[in-house]
């Protein structure tokens, strides 16, 4: 599934493009993939004619907001693409589920061969709308995403952004000490922290030097701000090498080009290979039933 890097990549791409086009049309020939709404009628209607104001994201969500004041919003799922095309003309590649038809002359488009991925309008809650923004995300000192959350309320209930939420190691610290489950469960909790899934909790681990099932409430202060760096960097860093693309190369950027980071993981996909610290195997077990990649000598 792409996570926050993967996501990020995509929105710098539509942002350069997409900001100030018109959607002209909408058409979308598999009604899942706009499953909020009561059809697929109702989904064109709201995003027909409308123009892009911004492109943010937040968690692994893209949201593009509309300039109705409502906001689309994609999520990309296990398999999901969103490809930018000069016209109808140029080849559509198969599952395309959605065609944008944007003014000046250009398409996006959704493609996704595993169906898990899906588009809805938002609207603005109303003045009296009550709004319970997720407690992990309150914790926040700055930034942007609890204006999104606020904006859109389907995303309120996320945690804690890496990137769209300012948060030093001392809020990590309050959420880690108040949880007592292992510590990959707590990174992948979309509630908790928005954004990081299987690849990246163990990339960030790994750089931590912390073993995937420590109880998250037993890390020292030491451990704790090692956690915060990590994160910080390992996400940062994949976004410049344009996230991971895996064998299966469903990932890949609005051109189509895949990403690169992939070549630079530390454990993620590389069992009994030697650890590039230590030289011991790269051991992989299954963990709330994903693959689970660590080095059992670097990571305490």
Same mark, same amino acid.
């Given at each position: 599934?792409?996570?926050?890097?993967? &996501?990020?990549?995509?929105?710098?791409?539509?942002? $350069?493009? +997409?900001?100030?086009?018109?959607?002209?049309?909408?058409?979308?020939?598999?009604?899942?993939?706009?499953? $909020?709404? /009561?059809?697929?009628?109702?989904?064109?209607?709201? /995003?027909?004619?409308?123009?892009?104001?911004? &492109?943010?994201?937040?968690?692994?969500? %893209?949201?593009?907001?509309?300039?109705?004041?409502?906001?689309?919003?994609?999520?990309? !799922?296990?398999?999901?693409?969103?490809? $930018?095309? *000069?016209?109808?003309?140029?080849?559509?590649?198969?599952?395309?589920?959605?065609?944008?038809? =944007?003014?000046?002359?250009?398409?996006?488009?959704?493609?996704?061969?595993?169906?898990? #991925?899906?588009?809805?309008?938002?609207?603005?809650?109303?003045?009296?709308?009550?709004?319970?923004?997720?407690?992990?995300?309150?914790?926040?000192?700055?930034?942007?995403? =609890?204006?999104?959350?606020?904006?859109?309320?389907?995303?309120?209930?996320?945690? %804690?952004?890496? %990137?769209?939420?300012?948060?030093?190691?001392?809020?990590?610290? &309050?959420?880690? $000490?108040?949880?007592?489950?292992? +510590? *990959?469960?707590?990174?992948?909790?979309?509630?908790?922290?928005?954004?990081? #899934?299987?690849?990246?909790?163990?990339?960030? %681990?790994?750089?931590?030097?912390?073993? @995937?099932?420590?109880?998250?409430?037993?890390?020292?202060?030491?451990?704790?701000?090692?956690?915060?760096?990590?994160?910080?960097?390992?996400?940062?860093?994949?976004?410049?090498?344009?996230?991971?693309?895996?064998?299966?190369?469903?990932?890949?950027?609005?051109? !189509?080009?895949?990403?690169?980071?992939?070549?630079?993981?530390?454990? @993620?996909?590389?069992?009994?290979?030697?650890? @590039?610290?230590?030289?011991?195997?790269?051991?992989? &077990?299954?963990?709330?039933?994903?693959?689970? @990649?660590?080095? /059992?000598?670097?990571?305490?």
């Amino acid at each position: 599934m792409p996570e926050l890097p993967e &996501v990020e990549t995509v929105r710098v791409a539509l942002g $350069r493009d +997409l900001v100030g086009k018109k959607i002209k049309s909408v058409h979308v020939t598999n009604g899942r993939v706009v499953r $909020r709404h /009561a059809s697929v009628k109702d989904f064109r209607a709201l /995003a027909e004619g409308r123009s892009v104001r911004g &492109v943010a994201r937040l968690g692994k969500y %893209l949201v593009l907001g509309l300039d109705s004041g409502a906001h689309l919003i994609i999520h990309l !799922g296990m398999s999901g693409q969103l490809l $930018r095309a *000069k016209g109808p003309k140029d080849p559509k590649p198969k599952h395309t589920h959605a065609v944008f038809s =944007l003014s000046p002359a250009s398409e996006l488009r959704f493609v996704d061969p595993r169906t898990f #991925g899906e588009m809805f309008v938002s609207l603005p809650p109303g003045e009296d709308a009550t709004l319970e923004v997720s407690k992990f995300a309150r914790l926040s000192i700055g930034g942007d995403g =609890l204006a999104l959350r606020r904006a859109v309320p389907e995303l309120a209930h996320l945690g %804690l952004d890496p %990137l769209e939420d300012q948060f030093g190691w001392d809020r990590l610290a &309050v959420i880690l $000490r108040s949880r007592t489950t292992a +510590l *990959k469960a707590v990174l992948t909790d979309q509630d908790i922290i928005c954004g990081i #899934g299987n690849i990246y909790s163990d990339e960030i %681990l790994f750089d931590a030097g912390l073993r @995937y099932d420590r109880a998250a409430d037993s890390l020292s202060t030491i451990e704790i701000r090692r956690l915060h760096r990590a994160i910080g960097e390992i996400l940062s860093e994949a976004i410049k090498h344009g996230g991971s693309t895996l064998s299966d190369e469903q990932f890949v950027d609005p051109d !189509g080009h895949p990403g690169r980071f992939q070549e630079l993981h530390q454990v @993620y996909g590389r069992e009994g290979l030697p650890c @590039y610290q230590c030289r011991r195997p790269i051991e992989r &077990v299954t963990f709330h039933q994903r693959s689970t @990649y660590y080095c /059992a000598n670097c990571q305490s």
